[in-house]
């Protein structure tokens, strides 16, 4: 009988078996192992809650930095990261506490924080204005404030110009409809033509500002961190009201990515205030940099409204999947899952696991998704009501506790990163490296 290719295989190398790849490269890692930071390695991510509007007609500011405890255990909270594992981190500076005035700057704290974050080598996404501004600015109707917010951003670039990932806003359509809209923060305002202003605002603070950053790191990357939004009606008719408000979650994005909105959109933003002129400048073009879509999402964040007007929550009735997927067929921009939480500690875990399948399924159907953060390093405060009360109630949602306790889904996270911590951003990514080079071209693929 005629000896089979296997046969001879065993004859020369023993048994035979064919162990797949040795040298590395085809099947030569699985992605498993904690974080090595390369370059092209998927960024994980956590964050320290730093949230600052005020309420209370502006008499009182809720500093989610002071009363989650960061301000004293900033050392033990950068540590705490480092031991995790990770080695990004969404980190705020306390905007309303460095700018004191036109050209005038406190440091103190935030450059002990950058030099001890830069010892330990955790890569920060710097977060330069979190639902609030100083108190000498006002608040998000002041026109002022896309010039004296440049200057600021200027002055961070310059001071720490070796951070090179930004988000300039954080959310911006929170920040204005929570402001002029819903009338819980800052000039806490109900109107239409407030809301607007807010968003041209805050919209032209961020265009300005990634300019003047650009001028000192013209290869930055900015993570635009969006509220990832969706309201369903349980109504045999769709109303004008929920069509123009599904709409409107995308407000913020296209003025900041120069994406003309939908016509009934545009009705509205000239009918509240919005002038020709304003709107041909938001059009002109993309801020500078590589620009990265980062879409939040909690359960909250998805809303039924019943027939009566009230609503409940439509947690994971569509998910960060198919919500994201939306605004990436929109906008084309590299994806990055920037926060998640629960309120329930126990749930916690298995909703980390659930947002961790979102993202597989999308980077297989083929969406870049450059990184995941869970949302916040420790527990916050008051933010069931949206911080619109001072009533201190502890929300279970960090990877530890506000005495620095782990609660499970710091296991949960340790574990995920274990498994998936070396993975790409994009399948053979390791061919592939974010050089130093200028963002020069903006090529839609």
Same mark, same amino acid.
């Given at each position: 009988?005629? &000896?089979?290719?296997? !046969? #001879? ?6 048994? +035979? ?7 590395? $490269? @085809? ?51 950068? &540590?705490?990261?480092? !031991? #995790? ?6 980190? +705020? ?7 004191? $005035? @036109? ?343």
């Amino acid at each position: 009988m005629a &000896q089979g290719f296997l !046969d #001879l295989i065993q004859q020369r190398y023993h048994n +035979g078996q064919y162990p797949g790849d040795r040298q590395g $490269g @085809a099947a030569g890692s699985t992605g498993s192992g904690l974080p090595s930071h390369k370059p092209g390695n998927f960024m994980f991510a956590t964050g320290i809650e730093c949230s600052y509007p005020t309420i209370n007609q502006g008499r009182t500011r809720r500093d989610q930095l002071a009363e989650c405890g960061h301000y004293q255990h900033w050392r033990k909270d950068l &540590q705490l990261v480092k !031991d #995790l594992g990770l080695g990004v981190l969404r980190y +705020g500076l306390p905007y309303h506490q460095i700018h004191m $005035g @036109a050209g005038r700057y406190d440091w103190s704290f935030a450059d002990d924080v950058m030099q001890e974050m830069r010892r330990l080598e955790i890569t920060p996404i710097l977060d330069l204005l979190h639902f609030g501004v100083p108190d000498w600015l006002g608040n998000f109707q002041n026109p002022e404030l896309p010039i004296h917010f440049a200057d600021y951003c200027a002055a961070v670039a310059d001071r720490y110009p070796w951070v090179r990932y930004y988000t300039p806003v954080n959310e911006i359509y929170i920040t204005a409809r929570v402001s002029a809209k819903d009338g819980l923060w800052n000039e806490q305002l109900k109107d239409d033509r407030a809301f607007v202003t807010a968003m041209k605002h805050i919209v032209a603070a961020s265009i300005l500002g990634t300019q003047r950053i650009a001028e000192c790191r013209p290869d930055l990357v900015v993570i635009q961190s969006e509220s990832a939004e969706y309201t369903h009606e349980a109504c045999a008719v769709q109303s004008r009201e929920v069509k123009l408000l599904n709409s409107l979650r995308f407000l913020s994005l296209d003025l900041l990515y120069a994406m003309p909105p939908d016509a009934h959109v545009c009705m509205y933003l000239l009918d509240n205030g919005l002038t020709r002129e304003e709107f041909d400048w938001f059009m002109v073009g993309e801020p500078p940099g590589f620009q990265v879509m980062g879409n939040d999402y909690y359960g909250r964040n998805e809303r039924i409204m019943l027939a009566d007007g009230s609503i409940c929550q439509g947690e994971d009735t569509l998910g960060w999947y198919q919500i994201t997927r939306e605004y990436y067929d929109r906008y084309r921009k590299p994806v990055m899952h920037t926060e998640t939480n629960v309120f329930d500690a126990e749930k916690a875990p298995c909703w980390l696991w659930k947002q961790w399948v979102n993202i597989l399924r999308m980077r297989q159907d083929g969406v870049p998704v450059l990184g995941f953060t869970w949302y916040s390093l420790t527990d916050q405060i008051d933010w069931d009501i949206e911080l619109a009360e001072v009533k201190g109630t502890v929300n279970a949602c960090g990877l530890y506790d506000l005495d620095r306790n782990p609660r499970p889904v710091a296991q949960a996270y340790h574990d995920l990163l274990k498994e998936f911590g070396q993975i790409t951003i994009v399948p053979h990514g390791e061919m592939f490296e974010v050089t130093n080079e200028p963002a020069m071209l903006k090529v839609e693929i």
